[in-house]
């Protein structure tokens, strides 16, 4: 329907007389996606697609064509059209700076992040992509980011952005949602290589993703397969018998055709050491004030996943048609339960996904200017959560025998998850000034569970059920490369069915269900104060739609509330950033303040269950406010030396200023720190390069970096302030040698993570791995 309007309403921009096409490129042979493309003192342009493939149609004349882009010259060159003649005319433009590469400055992604109105980031992964690092730690570099986990490899993990964190932002891989992907698709998974940049949206979302974050969107661009044949292959070994690998090869024939396959494993026997109080099984106590040194026992985890890819691209029905299929397994030991104190050494979980899935993209379909992305996938994953344990364990080892088998919950639980996810997205260009947006997002989950304890046992009677549609429609006005403006608004709707309990024991149920629908809008600003120097501003009314896990829990160790309501939020950010060059010296500051008022903010707390054991559920929580600012700074010179960091300070306050029950007692935790999360921290690195090491070509790159933050209260701080209710303060510190041969096509890396041997700890106080030791190979070769 919305193409059929636009069809009608701007027919006559698909009657220009001589078109003129071409690709743009880098003069280091990199693609450059998204310049802007225009005829000189005209209303006839475009912009690149991610190919680096412009189109535009005009009039029959000579032009003065224009190509630019942040962070590149302005490239200006004599074309002639003729008519009923295709001209194609190809353009090389030249990075005004090399020194921060890696950082925001001069890549092809950065320079449309940077053009973008919204408070957006992105990351070169190229620098990174020696070292053993997952995209999780990658994304740790960004200003605002914390890497929250719970544990080593394949350990439940969390990013917090902003003083949001969990559920609160959303992951996108190339635009495409990935909720109900399964475990093996975490960022602490995916390896670094798998990304060509990381893209981080704060706080105001484009309409462009289609999604309900009320934190932000994190979006992982995946390398295309851009040259005739290549392959990237990597396997690192490191402490606590820690096995990761990744290969990923492709070629694109001279017709057209395409194929693409990604896969990597993890494997970790998880056996480092954390101090913890330890039960003894002769007096049923657990010593709080005796703190023992013990090694991690039973975490062994590993995942393999694999994604393949087929199709066509550069055709004149489809820039890009690729039908993909992905499989993964999964196997983790589980060593804890929510408080590191309670330890389990029989508990397990295991899962796989089989995914197939269809991405088409056209620019200038139908008629010049509108562009459209789809695309779908069903996810099924099955998960078995078993805890048939007749044994409980303590943190040494030692076990002995239960009353009743299992140790947290007697059960081997199997639950048949069912993701359907399809988006679709519409740009519309009007000259070189004016776009529309439109995106659909439409995901439907269904769980059943089964017991496998009895061999006769069905499903459940109740399944649990939802269905989510988010549209959003955009209008962007940029009349200039120094300013631009855009103004947007979502419908959110979900539809949520699942069993609720009828008795205090729980053990009737009934089926229930609930419609939600919400209105959300904002706009977003950036202007160029001077070349070098731009400021941005948003505004969103933004929500969030309860996940699964929220209303349905995971079936183990975290419950869920079928009724639990959706958040909203007034969110406001103001950027200001410099990004200048003298000579060999590079110059990048960027700072930023940020404002969030939420409502019914949905919060994950600790649940104490029968028998000493502890569970968690989520709750909404009233008001939040949340305050605070961002600045990272960043001095590149030459090729020789990179040193940056960031520091983020953000203030996550109870605003809830009375009781519950409708009295006027003013609540003992308003205007507290939130609870469990992390308020004040940083982070900082230095990079040394030794180019053409040995013979021309080489590299050796050594790398210092490090991570502050500072202590933060377990609970909340009106409610005490002994030591044991803190997070102490943590700064731990890393050092990386890599050795690149023959421009990259062999590499050697060696890491030592946490080389202090810091303690370090995370959610609800759970310690992660001190000291360990990691070396990596990767070969790349390719056309």
Known sequence: MALLFLLIIFPAYAEQKAKLSGKVTSSTKEVVDFATVYLKDTNYGSSTNQEGIYHLHAPVGEYTLVVSAIGYKTVEKQV???????TRVHITITPMTTELDEVVVVSNGVSRIKRSPFNAVAIDTKAMQNSIQNLSQALAQAPGMKLRESGGVGSDMQLMMDGFSGKHIKIFIDGVPQ?????????????????????????????????????????????????????????????????KSYINFGQTFRNGLTYEINTFQNYSDNNYYVDTPVKDFETGAINRKKIEHVKRFHDNYHNEAIVGKVGVVDKKWADRLMFGLTYSNMYKDIQTGVRQEVVFGGKYRKGHSFMPSLEYRKQNLFTQGLDVTLTANYNKNITHNVDTSTYEYNWRGEKRLLRMPGEQSYQHTRSNNDNWNGTFTAHYRIGSAHTFTLNHVLNSFKRTNRSMLNEN???DAIPKETRKNITGLSYRLMPSEYWNFSAFGKYYNQYVAGPIATSSAQDKYVRTSHTINSMGYGAAGTYFILKSLQTKLSYEKAYRLPTNEEMFGDE?????????????????????????????????????????????????????????????????????????????????????????????????RDNVKTIAG????????????????????????????WRDLGQKGNVLTLTYDNLYMHSFPLYSEALGSETKFIIPSQFSHNLTLSYGIRNGRYNFSFECRNFTGEKLYDNFSLQKAGRAFYGKLRVYLGD
């Open 662 to 689: 409708g009295t006027s007692q003013e609540s003992l935790t308003y205007g507290a720190r939130m609870p469990n999360l992390p308020y004040r921290y940083a982070n900082s690195d230095l990079s040394f390069y």
């Open 179 to 243: 909720e109900g992907v399964g475990s093996s698709f975490g960022l602490n998974n995916i390896p670094v290589n798998y990304a060509e940049r990381i893209e981080v949206y704060k706080g105001v979302v484009p309409v462009g993703f289609g999604t309900d974050a009320i934190g932000g969107v994190i979006n992982i661009v995946t390398k295309k397969n851009k040259n005739r044949w290549f392959l990237d292959a990597s396997y690192s070994y490191g402490s606590f018998n820690t096995h």
């Open 80 to 86: 002639k059209l003729t008519t009923g003649e295709g």
């Open 556 to 652: 183990d160790l975290e419950s869920g509330d079928v009724g639990i309501k959706p958040e909203n939020s007034d969110n406001y950010n103001i950027n200001l950033s410099y990004n200048e060059t003298f000579g060999q010296h590079s110059v990048y500051v960027e700072g930023g303040l940020v404002y969030r008022d939420t409502k019914d903010y949905i919060q994950r707390k600790l649940v104490d269950l029968s028998g000493g054991k502890s569970g968690a559920a989520y709750e909404n929580h009233g008001k939040v406010e949340t305050k605070g600012y961002t600045v990272s700074v960043r001095y590149g010179f030459a090729n020789w030396v990179s040193v940056g960091g960031n520091y983020t300070q953000m203030n996550v």
């Open 457 to 459: 046992s069905g499903n």
